[in-house]
């Protein structure tokens, strides 16, 4: 099955993760900025992950060199175009305002570069997109209050928050006040829980920060009370297995409980997370995940379904996308005839 031409949504991507080593070392002369890496080779080097921090520590480093309007159009164009290229229909982008506005960029530089470049995306290529705010949870609590400030002052333009960063240690309990605020004024919710965290913080981002969708989620299936109910809720788990192996929360790909979350019945959806630093944008990880865990066409129908479903797309435009998967399908997907 070529999985490039599956029409999918992504869910779970950092923009700042699709920054591709060639890209910041030509960003970084121009800024003139000097990295702690002499060269490409050397910066790819370093993405052999230990763990999420180690990973978080080389991508704040990296990000360093993302100042102007431009650099944060030119970042999101060049994934939004690699995207397009996947047949991604629609994409739901993250970015983290505290990593820029606490070195001085401007939170107004930061979402007008982004979102020219997400609006240029639409009208060029056809390509829709929506933007999340996601706190750094291993920042203080008022450091997400003055955040979401910005975002209300800045006013039209980004749909939800979230909440990334490392887990361990940052409860979603920390932000349940700055949750409640931002959805009392009208932004969608969604959390990173259950990544390298433990089932008690995906509770509490049910509970407390009052989510739409949990971001990874594996940790869900620890704890059979809370997989019975995501699946009642049908809560969508944006799932990133190439992520979940580089940062060792598998240790193999065949380790992945992806396939046992869809037979439970959970609304699985298969992202990239931050693709430039794990090996591979959305198809790489549809194709990873299907070899390794032998995942057939009927599995790989469902996860693209569900990546619209989650979506914080209107049912019409979702029923548009489900019938060109059907299409799709028609044509990839051999038929099952029945065994005798
Ligand atoms: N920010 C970007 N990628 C992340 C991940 N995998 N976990 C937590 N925070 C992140
Ligand atoms: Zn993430």
């Not at 994934?79 to 107004?108: C, K, M, W």
């Not at 979102?115 to 009208?123: N, T, V």
């Not at 989620?217 to 192996?245: E, F, H, K, Y």
Request: one cysteine or more; glycine letters at 6%.
């Amino acid at each position: 099955m070529d999985l490039r031409a599956l029409p999918k949504a992504e869910l779970h991507l950092h923009i700042e993760g699709t920054f591709e080593p060639e890209a910041i070392f030509a960003m970084a002369e121009r800024n003139g900025v000097t990295l702690k890496y002499p060269n490409v080779e050397a910066l790819r080097h370093a993405y052999a992950f230990t763990d999420p921090q180690s990973f978080l520590d080389c991508r704040y480093d990296c990000m360093r060199v993302l100042q102007k309007e431009e650099d944060f159009y030119e970042l999101t164009a060049a994934y939004l175009l690699r995207a397009h290229g996947q047949n991604v229909r629609h994409a739901e982008i993250f970015f983290d305002p505290q990593a820029h506005t606490q070195r001085g960029v401007s939170f107004h530089v930061v979402v007008d570069g982004i979102r020219a470049a997400m609006r240029e995306a639409e009208r060029e290529r056809g390509i829709t997109s929506h933007l999340i705010l996601c706190f750094l949870r291993d920042r203080p609590v008022q450091s997400a209050r003055t955040t979401l400030e910005e975002a209300l002052a800045y006013g039209e333009g980004i749909v939800g928050v979230g909440l990334d960063s490392a887990e361990r240690g940052n409860p979603p309990s920390k932000f349940s006040g700055v949750f409640d605020q931002a959805r009392a004024e009208g932004f969608l919710a969604v959390a990173h829980a259950g990544e390298e965290g433990p089932p008690a913080y995906i509770w509490e981002a049910l509970d407390l920060l009052k989510v739409r969708r949990i971001d990874h989620g594996v940790a869900c299936m620890q704890d059979g009370a809370l997989v019975q109910r995501l699946v009642r809720q049908q809560t969508p788990l944006t799932v990133c297995p190439l992520s979940n192996l580089r940062l060792r929360v598998v240790d193999t790909l065949a380790d992945h409980p992806l396939k046992a979350m869809l037979e439970a019945g959970l609304c699985a959806t298969v992202n990239s997370d931050d693709p430039a630093y794990f090996g591979g944008y959305v198809t790489e990880n549809y194709d990873a995940v299907t070899r390794a865990l032998l995942l057939d066409g009927d599995a790989v129908i469902t996860l693209a379904k569900n990546s619209f479903q989650a979506s914080f797309l209107d049912d019409a435009t979702k029923r548009r996308h489900l019938l060109d998967i059907e299409q799709w399908a028609a044509l990839n997907v051999p038929k099952r005839t029945p065994s005798a």
